[in-house]
Structure formats: C-alpha cells, structure tokens
C-alpha cells in the first residue's frame, strides 16, 4: 500500500470488497469442508504437477476459486505461466 | 392448478413475511388468485403483517388435523378479495405438522388458486423442509450481509438436494449510498457468490416499517420504492420481462421521479 493511496483514503480495503472475499473463503469451505490451509495445500500441489510440464509455477500466485454453476460447481484456477522459458528441461 | 411457490431464506429476520406479505398482494393486485400461508407453526407473524390478525378463527394445524375445513380457516383479505391467508398455528410446536400433510394441503391449495405462497420459518430443520415439501419452486430471500448470504447458500443447497429446481433469489434491505461507497456488498456480488437466478432487488426503504405498523402491503404505497420493487417481482414471476431499474439513494423528490426512468443492463 503506497503513500499515495494512504494520502488519498485508501488506507483500508473497502468494507464490501473484504466482506466478499471472506465470504468466497467460507463458502468453498461451507460446501466442500475445503479449509484455506487444504486450498493452500492444494495450490502447492497443483504447482509442483505442472511445473514437471511448464516453466516452474508459483504457487502463491495461483487463484482458485469454486463457483456455484446450476447443476454442478466448476472449480476455477487461474494460474500465471512465466513467458519466454520455451527450452525447459 | 396453480403454482406453490415457498420463501424462504436461511436466516431470520431478512424479509421473509414482509416479502411474501407483499409478493401475495402484488400477485392479486395483478388479477391472479392467491393463497399465502403462513408455515411458521408457532411464531404466527403473516396475519399481522397483512393486518388481519383480528379475524382468525381456524388455522393451519386445524386443518391438518380435520378440525376445520380449508375453506373455514381461510381468511379473506381486507381489501383484495382474491387474496386469502391461512395462518400459522400459535400455540403449537413446529413439529405439529408433517411433511405429508403439508403435501396435502397445498395439493387442496393449488387446486383453488393460481398462486400458493408459503411463507417458511427459519433454520434448516423440519420446519423449513416442511415449507418446501409441497414446492413447485423456491424464492431465496437475502440481504447483503456477510451472514445472510451464507445462510442463503446452505439454503440453496438443500433446495437443490431437494430437486426443487434452482432457486430465484430476492436481495432485500440494499442500500445503495452504501454500495455506491463500497461499503456494502452489491447485488452483483451476491451473485457472483450465490450464482442463481436474481428475481428481485428491493431497496431498504422506511416505508416498510410503516405500512407492516399498519398491516397494509407496500405495494399499495405508489412513493415506496420497495413497494414498487415487490410488484416487479410479481410480475416477473408471471413470466414477463421487467428490467432492474437503478436502485437511487433516497433524497429528493427529483432524483426519485427520475429513478424510474433509468434503467440498469437489460
């Protein structure tokens, strides 16, 4: 958080914005008993599966997110790749 | 045969009566016949809320229990004459009442109207599953509050374990100064959240507590935002295809009359 957004009453996250991303957490965990130390653990695994194919993935940069479809739920996972390692391994 | 349609919510205390209160009057109002009930044995609340607690003779468990004829415990509204209540039973338990029988009755229901609204307690126990045995289809009621949405989604998935189909969703009590600063969750976050069907945006509006201080439905009130929110949803319950007007934060007259005339995505 920089100078400027504390200058300007950035200072803290917007009540609404917090509220939704607790409530994203308890929610995936309400329906899938899925704790954030599991999602965290599930993160570190995803990363080092597809860092054996791709450029090494940080898995603290992974965002997983389970979302509510009709018939069934879709777990989504948006996971940066590093560019321009074409010659790995 | 008409269609049962329960309310329901998860949480107490986020607009459940007040919202099939006025939903029931709006549907009539709209020229359909129509039946709320009221599945809250115990803690009987709708017959105040429309204002016809004075008239109640018969109730829900002498119903069931062949003390009364449906046609007996039935209560005409004041004003609307194809608008009946049948209310709860206050002094008996929540577990005066069984799944079969609630089937039944609303099978008696929709044979006499075109709509059976049943308004359900709250919790997650028999009484909440007894207000969904007989349901065609199911209104979720919620408010933009971090506990509310939770409830409103363990709801939706004992709707949907259920085979009621997938729930419409009504967010009540939105204040949109509050969204506007970020400071409350915006129905489109609910949404995001939620990810069912949206049916109803209703404003938090003061008008509500004078008209339930009066047992008078909203709807009649032509200034209530909410009031005018509750006969949207009427409407788009009958199928057809009413935009989400943008909710406006409530000051003047001016910024009120034009509300009407501004309209959100289509």
Redesign the interface.
């Known amino acids: 958080m920089g100078f400027f957004e504390n200058l300007f009453g950035g200072r803290r996250d917007r009540s609404a914005s917090v509220a939704k991303q607790r409530l994203m957490m308890v929610l995936v965990d309400d329906r899938y008993k899925l704790t954030p130390e599991t999602l965290e653990q599930m993160k570190v695994e995803i990363a080092e599966v597809l860092s054996r194919y791709l450029p090494p993935v940080d898995a603290e940069q992974i965002e997983v997110k389970i979302l509510r479809g009709e018939a069934t739920d879709y777990l989504k996972a948006d996971i940066p790749l590093k560019r321009g390692q074409p010659d790995m391994g | 045969m008409g269609r049962v349609i329960t309310i329901t919510s998860g949480k107490g205390g986020v607009g459940k009566t007040t919202t099939t209160a006025n939903l029931g009057t709006a549907l009539a109002l709209q020229g359909g016949r129509v039946a709320v009930v009221d599945a809250d044995i115990g803690l009987r609340n709708l017959d105040v809320v429309m204002g016809l607690e004075n008239r109640i003779v018969y109730d829900l468990v002498d119903v069931v229990e062949g003390r009364a004829r449906l046609r007996q415990a039935l209560i005409k509204d004041k004003r609307l004459p194809e608008l009946c209540l049948l209310p709860a039973a206050q002094t008996r338990d929540k577990d005066a009442v069984s799944r079969e029988q609630m089937i039944d009755l609303t099978a008696q229901l929709r044979r006499e109207f075109d709509f059976v609204l049943i308004d359900s307690p709250a919790g997650i126990e028999n009484g909440f599953r007894n207000a969904i045995a007989g349901a065609d289809e199911v209104i979720i009621v919620t408010t933009p509050?971090?506990s509310a949405?939770?409830d409103a989604?363990?709801i939706?998935?004992l709707v949907e374990a259920a085979e009621k189909g997938?729930p419409n969703l009504v967010v009540n009590r939105i204040k949109p100064r509050?969204?506007n600063?970020?400071?409350?969750?915006?129905v489109e976050?609910v949404l995001?959240?939620?990810?069912?069907t949206l049916i109803g945006i209703v404003p938090d509006d003061e008008s509500i507590v004078t008209s339930t201080n009066r047992g008078e439905a909203a709807v009649y009130d032509h200034q209530s935002q909410a009031g005018r929110a509750f006969l949207d949803v009427a409407r788009r319950l009958r199928g057809e295809d009413v935009p989400f007007p943008v909710l406006q934060e409530q000051q003047g007259v001016l910024e009120r009359f034009f509300g009407i005339f501004g309209r959100r995505r289509s």
């Open positions: 509050e971090v949405v939770r989604d363990r939706i998935g997938p509050l969204v600063r970020g400071e409350m969750l915006s976050d995001e959240l939620l990810a069912i």
